[in-house]
């Protein structure tokens, strides 16, 4: 069983950090990938400020500034430890989203990572709006990373709705289980209001209740993974599921004790960016353990 990714899978890492404990998580996750990638990590983090306020309250915005730098260099201290090379890299502006993409597409970074949360989320919107807008507009795949998520790359969740979205999540998740003797568990849900909140498609009346073009589209994906993780050699579980999709991959993923769920950007609705209330972010905001979102080109 391999135990550390290909040298150039993850080379160069961007970790985006507000500085609060909710990036704690993401930094973990950060140092530990770049290590077992022998990657270089770099890190960065936004000062919210904007002309008006650099102007009103110069001595804050470097105040701020400072304190940014501070807690950066507490990272790469705590990096350099764990012997992987680090940079660090302090913006200014009003927008963090655009800032920290910015930062991404300059330097073409292999991965983002990033804290589910803000400092200045709601405690119960789980997912921070700069979280949300680089998952949704960075080319990049974003892997987000609960506070109190551990990655141990031994059991991956794929969920799949037979979209090339998907598809390309799927090749995504099996190249990682391959490299680091992963199992997968792959798992289809067909969108049904009348089964809540998820159940596992094995008669004739829940097939009645369900859309027969939508029952064969995922049948189909599963077969799919199925086949590809028996052709590389992968341990592969698989389910097909009625229900409401997010719920059953949240499901899932406690039952199984899955520590990595890769998904695709968005899904069959054809959407261009992340919106609220569709499966990927509900399954970011809610899910136990890490996230990888796969982007495709």
């Not at 919210?48 to 940014?68: H, Q, S, Y």
């Amino acid at each position: 069983m391999a135990e550390v990714f290909s040298v150039k899978r993850f080379k160069n890492i961007l970790l985006s950090t507000d500085r609060s404990e909710f990036s704690e998580g993401a930094t973990r996750e950060a140092i530990n990938l770049a290590k077992r990638c022998s990657g270089k990590l770099y890190v960065v983090s936004v000062v919210e400020t904007n002309p008006e306020f650099e102007t009103l309250a110069p001595a804050l915005v470097e105040k701020t500034e400072k304190e940014a730098k501070e807690h950066l260099d507490l990272i790469r201290e705590r990096a350099l430890k764990e012997g992987v090379e680090t940079e660090v890299i302090v913006r200014q502006g009003d927008d963090p989203c655009q800032l920290i993409i910015e930062e991404a597409t300059k330097r073409q970074f292999d991965l983002i990572i990033m804290g589910r949360r803000g400092r200045t989320g709601f405690k119960r919107l789980m997912m921070g709006s700069v979280t949300a807008c680089v998952v949704g507009h960075a080319p990049q795949n974003v892997l987000v990373v609960p506070r109190a998520a551990h990655i141990e790359w031994k059991k991956i969740l794929i969920p799949t709705d037979g979209s090339k979205y998907s598809e390309v999540a799927t090749n995504e998740a099996l190249s990682i289980a391959k490299t680091c003797g992963s199992s997968i568990v792959a798992i289809s849900v067909v969108p049904s209001e009348s089964i809540s909140p998820f159940d596992i498609v094995h008669s004739e009346m829940q097939k009645d209740l369900i859309v027969e073009k939508e029952y064969s589209i995922a049948e189909s994906a599963i077969k799919n993974i199925k086949e590809k993780c028996n052709k590389e050699g992968i341990n592969c579980e698989s389910l097909l599921l009625a229900g409401r999709p997010y719920e059953a991959i949240i499901e899932i993923a406690m039952q199984k004790k899955v520590d990595l769920i890769v998904m695709g950007s968005h899904g069959r609705t054809g959407l261009k960016k992340l919106l609220m209330g569709s499966v990927a972010e509900r399954v970011i905001t809610l899910s136990p353990c890490a996230v990888l979102v796969v982007k495709t080109s």
